[in-house]
Each structure stands twice: as C-alpha cells, then as structure tokens.
C-alpha cells in the first residue's frame, strides 16, 4: 500500500488593489492570481495554488519549493512576527 503524504500550510495572502483588479499574491510560494474582485481573486488562487502544488509534487520539487519559502520568508520586505498588515490565510482546499 502506498503511503500518502499529508501537509497542512499557513501562507499568507496580500490582497492588492490594481485598477479594476484585486491580485492574490503570497510571497512565500513567488505565486499570484487575480480576480474583478477579493472573491474571485481567491477562487483564482486556490486553484493557482492547487495546479502549483501538483506540478511541483510531480516534478519531485515540492519539499525543496517550501523549504526554500520558509528560509526566505524572513527576507521579505515589510514581514514581522505578526505578518503582513491586511494578509489573510489561506488554507488550499484538498
């Protein structure tokens, strides 16, 4: 039997106005989409995040690609203990 690996992430999400668009950006993962507004910028996103995940899984990068987003994830301009000012978290749906 197969063993699956299971992998709950916190990533934080900058919501950002630009022009008649609202971007999903999560600088830890380099990973952005965008939607007319917040809910469809998510919906976006998630599914973003979703293709990202398989692809990295399948390229046998994943574990490196996090890893490297938790190092760098301190270098990030703006970043404190308390994380970005108006970032939500995201939970990518299984």
Same mark, same amino acid.
């Given at each position: 039997?197969?063993?699956?690996?299971?992998?709950?992430?916190?990533?934080?999400?900058?919501?950002?106005?630009?022009?008649?668009?609202?971007?999903?950006?999560?600088?830890?993962?380099?990973?952005?989409?965008?939607?007319?507004? %917040?809910? !469809?910028? &998510? #919906?976006?996103?998630? /599914?973003? =995040?979703?293709?990202?995940? %398989?692809? !990295?899984? &399948? #390229?046998?990068?994943? /574990?490196? =690609?996090?890893?490297?987003?938790?190092?760098?994830?301190?270098?990030?301009?703006?970043?404190?203990?308390?994380?970005?000012?108006?970032?939500?978290?995201?939970?990518?749906?299984?």
């Amino acid at each position: 039997m197969a063993r699956i690996k299971v992998l709950s992430v916190g990533v934080d999400i900058l919501f950002l106005k630009e022009g008649k668009y609202v971007v999903a950006y999560a600088p830890a993962l380099e990973l952005s989409s965008y939607g007319r507004n %917040e809910q !469809t910028a &998510r #919906k976006a996103f998630d /599914e973003a =995040v979703s293709i990202f995940l %398989e692809e !990295t899984e &399948r #390229k046998g990068t994943l /574990e490196r =690609v996090l890893l490297r987003g938790i190092r760098d994830i301190g270098d990030v301009p703006g970043r404190s203990a308390g994380g970005f000012g108006d970032a939500r978290r995201l939970t990518p749906h299984a």
